[in-house]
């Protein structure tokens, strides 16, 4: 096939076979492309027609692809992109008056603690975008990204798709959570008397902490597991319970009443909260306009205030709220 012969190809066919290659399901694409599923029906008999091979056989509830459509998509995916990139060159992105529609992926932990920030100064910004957050973790964020389900994500990210661009917006600092009212910082041996509660969406009672602990041949006592940030404050609440959460989700928790925040009394890794995009869209003016966003509101740590020892409980919440 020559370049002229490319006038009788459809392209929204092609965007047909690529979302089927990723989801598998008529239903599904249907779904993600607001198509109904006579649309979808027609378009795979024409690409079937176009490509002279069944590409997808039904196996139960999935379409499961053939060789030639195996090696057709590896050939498409990045054509698509260069298309898409070429016509986001061309096109100029008014923050003001733009109505445009942005999905992201977030942690939970950014979700929570970032977020909000961040969306008062979109919505001054630009009133009239729209906003789709999905929430996704470290695990999920590759596969999201190569779905084309979300343009930008921001979470600790583990391997990328090739295609897949990142930028580190700040390091991830460990604190600790706590509601009792008695004065001082927790030694080492009181910490590991206590009881305490971990944030884990696989619903994992062991992290990073107990392997640090476990090198310093210390142990911890975890009675409580969560899905997501947002419940700790009330958990904790007049109990013995502590918690290690990010140092920005210790700025927005310290807003609670009764809800105190200070350093880890024991060598923690610290990691690196990224945002990642898709190839695709790096030259897209209103990626580009998002990314800046985040980079300008999410990128740069506000330093955590330590309160001396002395300090009461009261003041301790008051002081780190202040520095949020």
Same mark, same amino acid.
């Given at each position: !096939?020559?370049?002229?012969?490319?006038?009788?190809?459809?392209?929204?066919?092609?965007?047909?076979?690529?979302? !089927?290659?990723?989801?598998?399901?008529?239903?599904?694409?249907?779904?993600?492309?607001?198509?109904?599923?006579?649309?979808?029906?027609?378009?795979?008999?024409?690409?079937?027609?176009?490509?002279?091979?069944?590409?997808?056989?039904?196996?139960?509830? @999935?379409?499961?692809?053939?060789?030639?459509?195996?090696?057709?998509?590896?050939? #498409?995916?990045?054509?698509?992109?260069?298309?898409?990139?070429?016509?986001?060159?061309?096109?100029?992105?008014?923050?003001?008056?733009?109505?445009?529609?942005?999905?992201?992926?977030?942690?939970?932990?950014?979700?929570?603690?970032?977020?909000?920030?961040?969306?008062?100064?979109?919505?001054?910004?630009?009133?009239?975008?729209?906003?789709?957050?999905?929430?996704?973790?470290?695990?999920?964020?590759?596969? &999201?990204?190569?779905?084309?389900?979300?343009?930008?994500?921001?979470?600790?990210? @583990?391997?990328?798709?090739?295609?897949?661009?990142?930028?580190?917006?700040?390091?991830? &600092?460990?604190?600790?959570?706590?509601?009792?009212?008695?004065?001082?910082?927790?030694?080492?041996?009181?910490?590991?008397?206590?009881?305490?509660?971990?944030?884990?969406?696989?619903?994992?009672?062991?992290?990073?902490?107990?392997?640090?602990?476990?090198?310093?041949?210390?142990?911890?006592?975890?009675?409580?597991?969560?899905?997501?940030?947002?419940? #700790?404050?009330?958990?904790?609440?007049?109990?013995? !319970?502590?918690?290690?959460?990010?140092?920005?989700?210790?700025?927005?928790?310290?807003?609670?009443?009764?809800?105190?925040?200070?350093?880890?009394?024991?060598?923690?890794?610290?990691?690196?909260?990224? !945002?990642?995009?898709?190839?695709?869209?790096?030259?897209?003016?209103?990626?580009?306009?998002?990314?800046?966003?985040?980079?300008?509101?999410?990128?740069?740590?506000?330093?955590?205030?330590?309160?001396?020892?002395?300090?009461?409980?009261?003041?301790?919440?008051?002081?780190?709220?202040?520095?949020?």
């Amino acid at each position: !096939m020559n370049r002229n012969d490319l006038r009788r190809i459809d392209i929204h066919l092609l965007v047909v076979f690529e979302t !089927m290659m990723h989801e598998r399901n008529v239903s599904r694409v249907g779904e993600k492309l607001f198509l109904g599923q006579p649309s979808i029906s027609a378009a795979l008999g024409r690409l079937r027609h176009l490509f002279d091979d069944p590409l997808f056989v039904r196996a139960g509830r @999935l379409m499961e692809p053939t060789a030639r459509a195996e090696e057709i998509f590896a050939n #498409l995916t990045p054509a698509l992109d260069g298309i898409a990139a070429a016509l986001n060159r061309c096109q100029s992105f008014e923050p003001c008056t733009s109505d445009a529609t942005f999905q992201v992926g977030l942690s939970d932990d950014v979700e929570y603690a970032l977020l909000p920030r961040l969306l008062r100064h979109l919505r001054a910004e630009a009133p009239n975008i729209t906003l789709i957050v999905l929430r996704v973790d470290q695990q999920q964020m590759s596969q &999201r990204l190569f779905n084309g389900e979300i343009s930008l994500g921001i979470s600790h990210t @583990l391997d990328l798709p090739a295609s897949a661009r990142r930028k580190v917006l700040r390091p991830i &600092r460990p604190m600790l959570l706590r509601t009792d009212d008695r004065p001082g910082e927790l030694g080492l041996d009181e910490f590991c008397q206590r009881p305490h509660a971990v944030v884990s969406c696989m619903g994992n009672a062991t992290d990073q902490t107990d392997h640090a602990l476990s090198r310093l041949d210390r142990r911890r006592k975890v009675v409580l597991a969560v899905p997501q940030f947002s419940a #700790l404050p009330r958990l904790l609440a007049h109990s013995e !319970m502590l918690a290690i959460v990010p140092d920005y989700v210790a700025r927005a928790m310290v807003s609670v009443e009764g809800v105190r925040a200070e350093p880890v009394p024991l060598p923690l890794p610290v990691q690196e909260l990224t !945002m990642v995009w898709r190839a695709a869209a790096h030259n897209d003016a209103g990626q580009r306009w998002l990314r800046s966003r985040c980079q300008a509101f999410l990128g740069v740590p506000i330093e955590l205030q330590v309160v001396p020892k002395s300090s009461t409980p009261s003041r301790i919440g008051s002081t780190l709220l202040a520095a949020w």
